[in-house]
């Protein structure tokens, strides 16, 4: 199992973001959270196999409709799963 902490910079809050990043995530079956950040990025952790993480990944760098990403931060580990759903957290 692995970890994808990601965060995403630019103009990433207000539009739609956080919805989008939770219908991939549900969609690929990975577990974690995304959030806003008060610097107006938005920030993701996701667990799960690295071929459904990647996807997410590539989601992460073009973001919905309206979204104009400049700059995604990435790391990665191996852990246990820590989490049983995906969710938005405020």
């Avoid at 996701?46 to 409709?65: I, N, Q, S, V």
């Amino acid at each position: 199992m692995n970890r994808l902490w990601a965060r995403v910079h630019g103009t990433v809050q207000g539009v739609g973001f956080r919805w989008y990043v939770l219908h991939r995530a549900r969609t690929l079956e990975l577990t974690g959270w995304v959030r806003n950040r008060p610097d107006g990025s938005v920030e993701v952790l996701a667990e799960g196999p690295r071929h459904t993480l990647a996807p997410l990944l590539e989601a992460l760098r073009k973001g919905p409709a309206g979204a104009r990403v400049t700059r995604v931060e990435e790391s990665w580990s191996e852990v246990s799963p820590q989490h049983d759903g995906f969710e938005i957290l405020t």
